[in-house]
């Protein structure tokens, strides 16, 4: 019994890991600029494997002990779905780490014939030696570790159930963070574009891009952002339905303050994406909005009528915050697309070369993390201005990791959604235990999904993969969501 209690101490030690550093990277990655900078990136890889090697040895101990009352017993089998959508995820990790594996010349070349050419161009390889898939190998292993440390969050996640069996309780509390993260993002992000004096947080100064709140890149933020407001809308359905009959003033007395709260936290959000001014971040957030309407009313948290309600309601407040704060600059914004001098011109040019790279090396592509040192023997226009990325994340994906990432990722994406619009939920309400607030799994699904969506729409007109605190937002999501859609253990 007592070899028992120390497990039991050794176990909840684990959680604590697991929960507190799942909080700290939903809340770090975003203020920390971003995770863009060297210190600020390798510390988010450093928690995510912290985090997930303390699950595995918490998997461990509860092994050796009796399952508490509650926790469910290891399934004996799992859908097929499931087996499909996870080896999907695993296939697209693989492809990294197959890139730098050494192989002879003459397989490299036998799959990819302009990778062996590049080698024995530019003289790294001979006709008898040994190399790899890759052209910039250490940029790929560094991409791949990003990746993996992604990947171990996501089955982390997942898969996560504390001793106590409430996973819904564990839910609520992250999302808290993830939504209270959002607002004080928004927030800071309100209040230095009317106080711009080139620093973010007004110490750092700032020499290129175009900041909004903690991130360099109005769009990263708008690509953050939409992904926090349905999760945000995502609490609040959970709620349940409104206190009925009586007068208005009765209604709103017996109304959950924190109803309220969640409601103007939503709408701060909202005001700073439409002050972002990012054109790519309002429209797929607004198809985000539009979806999460939809799949609300496909799981039953709102009647049509409500639907309508909300989508009217929200076009109301979308109105009047333009109208105060300006529209002159965000419709000039809309109205300059594929004007001559901006970067937008310039994109079609980026896609189509880019769309050459994958021509020249459609198997595998060019190695992860590569694009930026190989776009310029492919860039057919006259620009100084060095281009970084594809300006599309999945024409990226496509260069730098050729058909074998492009099907991996398109497969796990597609998987994902249509369990989700094949999912059929219980009728289970929000966890009511303490220490943020309450979710039901349809609200949770919901609003996971919504967000998840609005950054995969924008992701196809600007980057956000390579964005460390977006990328981990996306994996958390998703891992959240088919937490739910496909319960493990």
């Not at 992904?227 to 208005?248: D, H, N, Q, Y």
């Not at 994902?416 to 309450?438: L, M, N, Y």
Request: hydrophobic residues 50%.
């Amino acid at each position: 019994m007592a070899g028992d209690h120390t497990l039991s101490i050794s176990i909840r030690r684990c959680e604590r890991i697991v929960e507190w550093g799942a909080v700290f990277l939903v809340v770090f990655s975003p203020l920390a600029f971003g995770a863009v900078e060297t210190w600020a990136w390798v510390t988010l890889v450093g928690v995510c494997f912290l985090v997930a090697g303390a699950e595995r040895y918490r998997r461990y101990l509860l092994a050796r002990l009796p399952l508490p009352a509650g926790y469910p017993p290891p399934r004996a089998c799992r859908p097929a779905a499931e087996y499909i959508f996870l080896g999907f995820g695993i296939l697209f990790l693989l492809g990294p780490l197959v890139q730098l594996i050494p192989l002879p010349i003459s397989l490299i070349s036998a799959v990819s014939p302009r990778t062996a050419r590049y080698w024995l161009l530019t003289g790294r390889a001979t006709s008898g030696s040994w190399t790899v898939f890759s052209l910039y190998p250490s940029r790929t292993a560094g991409e791949l570790v990003k990746l993996a440390a992604y990947g171990a969050i996501f089955v982390t996640l997942r898969g996560y159930r504390p001793s106590s069996g409430d996973r819904m309780a564990f839910a609520g509390r992250l999302l808290t963070a993830i939504v209270a993260t959002g607002f004080f993002a928004s927030v800071i992000g309100i209040l230095q574009k009317y106080s711009w004096q080139g620093m973010i947080y007004w110490v750092r100064p700032i020499r290129f891009g175009r900041p909004f709140g903690p991130f360099v890149n109005r769009n990263h933020f708008a690509g953050y952002i939409i992904m926090v407001i349905p999760l945000a809308l995502g609490l609040l359905l959970s709620r349940g339905p409104r206190p009925s009959g009586g007068t208005f003033r009765d209604r709103l007395a017996r109304s959950d303050p924190r109803s309220l709260l969640l409601a103007f936290i939503a709408l701060v959000m909202a005001s700073a994406l439409l002050l972002s001014y990012s054109r790519s971040g309002i429209l797929a957030g607004f198809l985000g909005f539009i979806y999460l309407v939809g799949i609300s009313r496909r799981f039953r948290l709102i009647d049509r009528r409500q639907a309508l309600v909300i989508f009217v309601t929200s076009l109301v407040l979308m109105a009047l915050t333009l109208s105060y704060f300006g529209t002159a600059e965000l419709f000039g914004r809309f109205k300059r697309i594929g004007g001559r001098g901006e970067e937008v011109e310039y994109r079609g040019d980026i896609w189509r070369d880019t769309v050459r790279i994958y021509r020249d090396f459609p198997v595998l592509g060019i190695g992860l993390g590569g694009f930026e040192r190989f776009y310029p023997y492919y860039k057919s226009f006259d620009r100084r201005k060095p281009f970084t990325h594809a300006e599309n994340d999945y024409l990226q994906t496509a260069a730098e990791l050729g058909t074998w990432g492009l099907v991996s990722l398109g497969g796990f994406l597609l998987v994902f959604f249509g369990a989700v619009a094949a999912w059929k939920p219980g009728r289970t309400g929000p966890s009511r235990r303490p220490g943020g607030w309450p979710v039901s799994g349809r609200g949770l699904v919901a609003g996971c999904s919504a967000g998840a969506l609005g950054l995969l729409l924008q992701s196809a007109l600007n980057f956000n993969f390579s964005i460390p605190a977006n990328a981990l937002l996306l994996a958390v999501l998703l891992a959240l969501a088919a937490g739910r859609i496909f319960p493990g253990r």
